[in-house]
């Protein structure tokens, strides 16, 4: 019988070198991720959860950045196909980014961590702006930085961002946090017999256009030797594991 990865691609399927312990990270979190049992907003409950399982990785001294999205409040590409001109679209979107940002820094504090939220575009009264230099010193800090409105242009989406700043900040692994548990051959949600995949490389799952994440976050990650991890943010524990170097969720790789 073959592999999940032959069933994908008709390859051979070669299990990657051992995934190592983090020391330092780039989460990616959708603004979906916060929804919960919300069908817009911010469900609070779920934010309280989500800032448990950072603080699980903070203790181990794994210094972590956080790029995270805006959908759970608006959706720039959405409203661009709606009628409304896309540049605005996106700025509102990365406006709702930083709406998201400020309530996961505010939880972070609330739950004794330290956390600096730093936006791409400059809303000096609200969020300090985005300078590398700045956000490494709060890392070596052992500060958790939020890093909001993506890369303060428009066209570009939040996962090109996490792709970018993870790049930046010398990360050793981009983590996407999703409703599921790795990549799939299909939605699992509508596919019941799509298949987990463990391993994947870059140039396959842009290929495969398998919408985990677009094809510019993936080039990205893949020119600069970044390997991704894509795992459950609703799976307890989950971060956890994947930081700690354990198999969880499906790795993207050369």
Known sequence: MGTQHEALSGTPFHTPAETKACK???LKLSGEALLGEEKSGIHRETLARIVADIAEVVRLGVQIAIVIGGGNLFRGFAASTQGMDRVTADNMGMLATVMNALALGDALKHAGMTARVMSAIA?????????????????????VVVLAAGTGNPFFTT????ALRGAEIGADVVLKATKVDGIYTAD??????????PYITFDEAMSRNLGVMDATAFALCRDQKLPIRVFSIHKPGALLRVVQGQDEGSLVNP
């Not at 809303?123 to 500060?143: D, F, N």
């Not at 699992?188 to 995949?197: E, F, K």
């Open 24 to 26: 330092r990270i780039l």
């Open 123 to 143: 809303i000096e009264q609200v969020v300090e702006s985005y300078v590398r230099p700045k956000a490494l010193q709060y890392l070596e800090e052992g500060k």
């Open 159 to 162: 996962d090109t961002a996490a």
């Open 188 to 197: 699992p949600a509508t596919h019941p017999d799509a298949q987990r995949l």
